[in-house]
């Protein structure tokens, strides 16, 4: 049955990726599930699939290598888990046994960002970097909780590895009704249109982007948002495109250090292409490892909340410099 | 024992022989540095495996039935590809000729995508269990009735991620899978009892919960037996054969010499290096 959403509602990121994958597992009679200890919401595949579903248990660099050598073997393997330790604990079975041969392993995780009030032990702050280092990875962040099992289908047909990164993923706001959009991996989503400035963003705070772009509309300001999911491949021409259509006034706003996620590789492309910007600001998480606090309160404290970033757009569409640029 | 057998194992000893030789012409030929300590451990093991233990084909090299062998000790590439050679699966002329050369598929680590035949990619220590424990667990859903091989040097079994595969392989009861070690008790820059305490080898993999077989890895008949022991691939246990060995065996100056992990012979070492071999067949014979 066709279940609609509206905006703001909320939903399980999770329990998307869930259903998403017993109705995958359905499909593909070579689709796995693999996950290091964090099954909770793989219990459909589970119970469906018990013959290609895999709890190694606490063992992250095993779990990769095991999908690696599933996918030698002719299928697609997919591993779920909880991104800070996915990314680095494995980072190293993800770039040589997964993207060196270039195989169909997907990585699905949660913690992307200040999320989740566990510590800098459990915040995936640096891993956009890391994966989007890697030769043959296409890394996508995702903040709607339905475009989570479109991108999962996308991915079926892809030949090497994709990473997914979600927030906490038990209660995440529908963005986008079912169909709104042409969600497609590798292009940028214009998820408001606007011509004074571009917000550009991904995952988490794309909702935090939408509620900024309406206080500027109180000030008669009209604001671009990109949801640029994708962060690898960029959507380049998109970018290129907002360079003209707004004005060359971008502010970039992610939940990932401010240097070496979207911001920077937005950053390449402006330089790669001489884009000639009038206004670039970065919005993310400065070098430090974040305390404790819901996820609002530690984006305000670090400076890439939602009252920092009407102050970001106020800039940009005024034509005023970032007081702290360069510090971050 | 029968004289098939015999003969078999005489057959197999000749392979080795070939194999250390052309080993040690590659060394005295390519200019850089050649892992020739750790290749020269596991000669006979490849020997033995591609010639009698693993069903494989080299016209055939995607037969689904095929064993698959995975070498996560991947410095000991260049072994492997001769001994494939030997077994028909690639020239050892373009290996002799190409290897570490500007587009030559044969170079030091082994690399799938370039050199299709080899099963995976590998050279990072400590990754191919985890891929054999997957590939073990796709062909025992498959039904397929293949073994998996696995083949590691024992200073390699410090990364913890082997015991991390070693835990997954015995969760899954995965009879399909056999890693074979090489036990050469030498790591790169020293010998491996005076760094890291292995022993008592065996049964750490016992306590894994593995089936452990102990064997001459310079031995064929004592390798010819391991084989033939191994159990069904339906059994619900994964097996491990320890193969005692010496890094640089039949060439006597690089045996036990911390100095012959990698290097490369001249011509006047060449000509030393093959007298050494065809000395130490002699005493072998003898």
């Known amino acids: ?59 992250e660099q095993v779990c990769v290598g095991i999908a690696a050598g599933l996918a030698y073997d002719g299928n697609i393997p997919v591993v779920s888990g909880m991104l800070p330790f996915l990314s680095m604990r494995a980072l190293e079975q993800t770039r040589t046994d997964v993207c060196y041969p270039n195989l169909p392993v997907k990585i699905i995780g949660t913690h992307g960002g200040l999320v989740g009030n566990g510590g800098s032990t459990h915040y995936a702050v640096e891993d956009l970097a890391l994966m989007c280092a890697l030769t043959n990875m296409t890394v996508t962040s995702i903040g709607d909780p339905l475009m989570v099992g479109e991108v999962i289908r996308q991915s079926m047909q892809m030949q090497g590895p994709i990473y997914i990164r979600l927030s906490v993923g038990k ?24 011509t004074d400035a571009t917000i550009f963003t991904h995952g988490t705070t794309v909702l935090q982007a939408l509620k900024a772009a309406d206080q500027l509309a109180l000030d008669g300001r009209s604001v671009r948002v ?19 259509e707004t004005g060359g006034r971008f502010v970039v706003l992610e939940d990932h250090l401010a240097y070496g996620g979207l911001a920077s590789r937005i950053a390449d492309v402006v330089l790669d292409r001489a884009l000639g910007l009038s ?41 005023a410099s970032d007081p702290s640029k360069g510090t971050r | 024992m029968d004289d098939t057998k015999v003969g078999e194992i005489e057959r197999l000893e000749d392979l080795a022989y070939e194999l250390r030789a052309k080993l040690l012409q590659l060394c005295g030929t390519y200019e850089g540095a050649v892992h020739i300590g750790g290749d020269l451990s596991v000669a006979d093991i490849l020997t033995a495996l591609f010639n009698y233990g693993l069903h494989v084909n080299p ?19 260049v072994c492997m590809y001769i001994a494939m050679a030997i077994r028909g699966f690639f020239s050892y002329d373009d290996i002799l000729k190409t290897y570490g050369q500007l587009g030559s598929a044969y170079g030091m680590h082994p690399c799938k995508v ?3 035949g080899v099963e995976c990619s590998t050279g990072s220590l400590g990754h191919g269990l985890p ?53 050469n008790r030498q790591l790169m820059t020293s010998f491996a009892e005076e760094r890291v305490v292995f022993e008592p080898y065996p ?43 010496i890094k640089g065996k039949g060439v006597d100056f690089m045996e036990h010499n911390l100095a012959w992990h990698a290097g490369s012979l001249g011509p006047a070492d060449l000509e030393r290096a093959m007298a050494a071999l065809e000395a130490s067949r002699r005493k072998a014979v003898a």
């Not at chain 1, 530690?298 to 920092?308: Q, S």
Request: aromatic fraction near 8%.
């Open chain 2, 131 to 183: 891929l054999a424990v997957g590939m073990a667990l796709g062909a025992r859903h498959r039904g397929a009735s293949h073994r998996i091989v696995c083949l590691m040097g024992d200073g390699e079994t410090g990364e913890g991620s082997v015991w991390e595969a070693a835990m997954a392989a015995r969760s899954n009861e995965l009879g399909n899978l056999v890693a074979f070690i090489d036990r």
């Open chain 1, 226 to 244: 990109v949801d640029m999911f994708t962060l690898k491949p960029l959507d380049g021409d998109l970018v290129e495109r907002c360079a003209a």
């Open chain 1, 171 to 194: 209660s995440d706001a529908v963005l986008y009704e079912p169909g709104q959009h042409d969600v497609r991996i590798g292009k940028g989503i214009v998820a408001r249109e606007g």
């Open chain 1, 1 to 59: 049955m066709p279940v609609t959403f509206t905006f703001g509602e909320m939903l399980s990121a999770r329990s998307v990726i869930g259903s998403t994958l017993a109705e995958l597992g359905e499909q593909y009679e070579n689709l796995w599930v693999l996950t290091p200890d964090i099954g909770a919401t793989l219990v459909e595949f589970r119970d469906q699939f018990p013959d290609r579903f895999l709890d190694v248990g606490l063992a």
């Open chain 2, 59 to 77: 016209a055939d090299i995607a037969d689904p039935r095929r064993d698959r062998f995975v070498l996560s000790k991947g410095h000991a590439a």
């Open chain 2, 114 to 116: 370039q050199l299709p």
């Open chain 1, 279 to 319: 206004s670039f600001e970065r919005l993310g998480i400065p070098q430090v490892y974040a305390g404790f606090g819901d996820d609002e309160q530690l984006r305000d404290k670090h400076g890439y909340g939602l009252a920092a970033t009407v102050a970001a757009l106020r800039r940009a569409v005024a034509g």
């Open chain 2, 203 to 245: 049964d750490k993999w016992r306590a894994f919960g593995w089936e452990v077989v102990e064997a001459d890895g310079h031995d064929m008949a004592s390798l010819v037996a391991a084989i033939d022991g191994l159990p069904a691939t339906d059994s619900g246990r994964p097996t491990v054969v320890i193969c005692e060995t």
